[in-house]
């Protein structure tokens, strides 16, 4: 919760750790995003406050449903997130000595660290289409939100102001970001363009606004709030525009965290309602009175649920997602030759392409320079990243 946020650091940069295979630059896709999907699992933070640890684990969606746990090294395993496909989670850990971001597949294998920074990197979300992922970092002094290629590298800073700017997820059309921001002198939900443009306000009062979850059909907001009245949070809803906010859950207990079934149809959230340590519910969103208790808490907190979607009869629909663009030194980043930098550029503009350092020809006796091709290979072994940025 926002009440454990860590200080905040100074800033870091890192480059990327090395350079996928030539073969591995042809094989760029574009991904298929979920909405709408079928329910699946429950991910959440299955948290012991008592010696703050913390592991995800997964919960069939039914009562009392059954408790799977998927991690087991570290301190603290936070905070989950399903890929649009359902396919992949994001966690943060602090298995390696501070808060960064990794990846694994549903049953828990191939644990893998995205980021590598002495800041704190955590609070990832999948974009669309599966081929990057937002995060917080406060990298550069303060926390921002930042965007990564789901295959690692260099992450582009969405956000950039002294506030606190955290929480994003795409919407499922992919052409907006929900997140949160404190510029305003508490936390309140805003919305912004995928490349961070357009940054617009859509709450306005004195109490925190938090954790928003996109309805499948992108035409609504869920969020927690604090306004007056509260027990601690409620759950809120509101449309996509920041329009029409009314309340959703509340009572005499702090209701926070809600998401959205794929489906659309229900909402899972977290709840201190049956007393002591808080527990996942879910409710259907016309009837949240028919709330249903899914994890029984054990002397444990479980928090920040995300429902995974499942392929629904006839597939998923197609969506693409804007190319992430970062700015850096592609001669720094990578160690290759103008032969492998003009293998990936023959194919980017579809005609013959010879090689001579440190200029290669096209068949047309027009030519290119090697670091023109450099930027082309950023982009093809990047997997939808790419160098807009001068070269040396």
């Known amino acids: 919760m926002i009440s454990r946020l860590p200080n905040r650091l100074a800033a870091r940069t890192f480059l990327l750790a090395g350079i996928a295979s030539c073969a591995a630059a042809f094989s760029v896709d574009t991904a298929l995003a979920v909405f709408p999907g079928e329910n699946g699992l429950i991910a959440f933070s299955n948290y012991d406050p008592g010696n703050l640890t913390g592991q995800v684990s997964i919960v069939t969606a039914e009562e009392e449903g059954t408790l799977e746990t998927l991690t087991s090294t570290g301190l603290l395993n936070d905070v989950p997130s399903w890929s649009a496909d359902g396919g992949r989670l994001a966690f943060y850990s602090t298995r390696d000595g501070n808060r960064e971001i990794y990846v694994m597949n549903p049953d828990g294998s191939g644990q893998t660290r995205l980021t590598d920074d002495p800041a704190f990197d955590y609070l990832a979300t999948w974009l669309t289409d599966g081929q990057s992922l937002f995060f917080a970092s406060d990298r550069d002094g303060d926390f921002e939100v930042y965007r990564i290629s789901a ?152 928090r920040g649920p995300d429902w995974q979607p499942l392929e629904p009869e006839g597939g998923f629909a197609e969506v693409e997602c804007p190319l992430l663009v970062i700015c850096g030194d592609a001669n720094a980043d990578f160690d290759i030759t103008a032969s492998d930098a003009l293998q990936v550029l023959r194919t980017a503009v579809g005609q013959p392409v010879t090689c001579g350092f440190p200029r290669c020809d096209t068949d047309d006796a027009g030519s290119v320079l090697a670091s023109d091709a450099q930027r082309v290979l950023r982009f093809a072994v990047g997997q939808n990243v790419i160098l807009d940025c001068p070269l040396p």
């Open 151 to 302: 295959t690692g590298g260099v992450p582009r800073k969405l956000t950039d102001n002294t506030a606190l700017d955290m929480l994003a997820q795409s919407s499922p059309a992919c052409d907006k970001i929900v997140f949160i921001s404190d510029r305003d002198g508490d936390n309140e939900i805003f919305v912004m363009d995928l490349d961070g443009t357009n940054q617009t306000q859509l709450t306005f009062n004195a109490a925190m606004d938090i954790y928003p979850d996109w309805s499948p059909d992108g035409t609504r907001i869920v969020f927690a709030s604090e306004r007056p009245g509260s027990n601690g949070r409620d759950i809120w809803i509101m449309d996509a525009d920041g329009s029409n906010q009314e309340i959703l859950i509340t009572g005499p207990n702090s209701d926070s965290e809600a998401a959205f079934s794929p489906d659309g149809s229900m909402i899972v959230w977290s709840s201190d309602r049956a007393g002591g340590l808080p527990s996942l519910y879910i409710a259907p969103v016309d009837d949240v009175a028919e709330a249903v208790q899914v994890a029984v808490p054990v002397l444990k907190d479980h």
